[in-house]
């Protein structure tokens, strides 16, 4: 029964880390972007996201965006230095044409780094994408 189940995969939708310089409290801060560079709209996304190594576990946070249209972009969280040292897991669940799509996209520890600073679709600011 299983194999009679479709599972549809994932494409051109991607979850980034952007350095960007916060008016408010002029500091640079990473922050965390869903990204839908499909042509297609995602409906009822859900994010689930946590850090975790083998010793500490932060809190989970529950994100959700009703529509994220084609070719566009939306913040999720902040996410603060001390957490950059653990893996950094964001599950998105969303809709498109009434199927369900699902992909676990992770930072591993250290990743999100100004060294690895690279071009990211739609955003024009470089980042870091999770695998």
Known sequence: MKKDIEIPQVKDVYVAAIKEFNEEFRSDEWNVYLI???SKDL???LIVA???DKKRETSVMRHKIEKLPS???AKIEFIQDE???LNNEFRVSYFTNSKMFDKKFT???NSIRETALDQVPLIPKKGV???
């Open 71 to 73: 070719k566009s972009f």
């Open 129 to 131: 994408l999770a695998k």
């Open 50 to 52: 946590r850090g975790y």
């Open 36 to 38: 839908n560079d499909s």
């Open 43 to 45: 409906e009822m996304v």
């Open 107 to 109: 930072f591993s520890k």
């Open 83 to 85: 957490v950059l040292s």
